[in-house]
């Protein structure tokens, strides 16, 4: 299938912003997600925008969805050390034959520097 | 405690020599999946099942056979495993609903030698 891209890698300095961008794939997606892994764990959900929103804020984290573009940015605002880690966006795909698909994508690694 | 539970965190095995690697949730949940993490591949759905006795292929099915016996367990079986197979493997479960969070397990470590 086709893949959901993002870039492989991030590094901002300790308060600065981050902003991980993400290509999805199915324009009929409803939602579409953030989750964050954090070294030597599994992943964990951090954030979803639903497909007639533009954006979404939840304190430090702000989601922003371009539809026409299939495009989902993550921003986080005063990034800490604790915010390293892998974030995957992910995109829901309704089934022909009914049921859902979650297909993540190819991860952005994000390092905060002092 | 909400949880997926995925044993063993760590295996070193032989070319050829079928393992399975377990998975178990407590949620109740009809969805449950396996996926592959790979350095820049990201996450890919290797099985996936939306209710007891219903798996179909995800991405990379290739080389890996599931099953939906009970709703609480999936475990992913490799008859024969070979070097690319090498792997962190992830179990998730969630509900049928588009708006629910997925869970995942801690992962396994899988190396073939």
């Known amino acids: 299938g086709e893949d959901v891209e993002q870039s492989l890698f991030l590094s901002v300095r300790e308060g600065d912003s981050s902003v991980i961008n993400c290509t999805y794939t199915d324009s009929s997606s409803t939602y579409l997600y953030w989750y964050k892994q954090e070294p030597g764990a599994g992943l964990q959900l951090l954030t979803y925008?639903?497909?007639?929103?533009d954006m979404k804020q939840d304190q430090r984290l702000t989601v922003l969805l371009n539809k026409k573009d299939k495009h989902l940015s993550l921003r986080i605002a005063d990034t800490q050390t604790g915010d390293s880690a892998i974030y995957f966006c992910?995109?829901?795909?309704?089934?022909?034959?009914?049921?859902?698909?979650?297909?993540f994508g190819t991860g952005t690694q994000l390092k905060v520097e002092l | 405690e909400a949880q997926v539970t995925q044993n063993p965190r760590y295996l070193i095995t032989v070319t050829g020599k079928k393992l399975t690697v377990t998975c178990s949730q407590n949620m109740n949940h009809e969805y449950m999946s396996w996926y592959r993490q790979d350095p820049g591949l990201g996450l890919r759905q290797i099985y996936y099942?939306?209710?007891?006795?219903?798996?179909d292929k995800g991405d990379v099915p290739e080389g890996y056979k599931v099953s939906r016996k009970e709703k609480r367990n999936f475990p992913l079986i490799l008859e024969s495993p070979s070097p690319n197979q090498t792997s962190l493997y992830f179990c998730?479960?969630?509900?049928?609903?588009?708006?629910?969070?997925?869970?995942f397990g801690q992962g396994t470590r899988l190396t073939v030698v």
């Open positions: 099942s939306m209710n007891v006795e219903v798996t």
């Open positions: 925008i639903f497909s007639n929103m």
């Open positions: 992910a995109e829901i795909s309704i089934l022909t034959g009914g049921g859902n698909k979650l297909t």
């Open positions: 998730a479960s969630r509900g049928p609903r588009e708006d629910t969070e997925a869970f």
